[in-house]
């Protein structure tokens, strides 16, 4: 599994910027389908949201990715 801490200065990223800069996939729209699909969990749960707001603590993971988000 792959665990990437993703460091924000503000109060939260959406989640399919989330994954963009984790690496799940080379492109925005990929990303996009990705969660469209119900393939993204956020927190455990399935998430469909791709502007779901993550916020320091909140973790998002597809296939064997994790990403967490951390203040800076």
């Given at each position: 599994?792959?665990?990437?801490?993703?460091?924000?200065?503000?109060e939260?990223?959406?989640?399919?910027?989330?994954?963009?800069?984790?690496?799940?996939?080379?492109t925005?729209?990929?990303?996009?389908?990705?969660?469209?699909?119900?393939?993204?969990?956020?927190?455990?749960?399935?998430?469909?949201?791709?502007?779901?707001?993550?916020?320091?603590?909140?973790?998002?993971?597809?296939?064997?990715?994790?990403?967490e988000?951390?203040?800076?």
């Amino acid at each position: 599994m792959k665990s990437e801490k993703i460091a924000i200065e503000s109060e939260y990223i959406k989640l399919d910027n989330l994954l963009k800069l984790a690496g799940a996939a080379p492109t925005g729209g990929q990303i996009k389908l990705l969660i469209q699909n119900g393939e993204v969990r956020v927190n455990g749960e399935i998430c469909t949201q791709r502007g779901k707001k993550m916020r320091p603590g909140d973790r998002a993971s597809y296939q064997d990715l994790v990403a967490e988000v951390v203040a800076k």
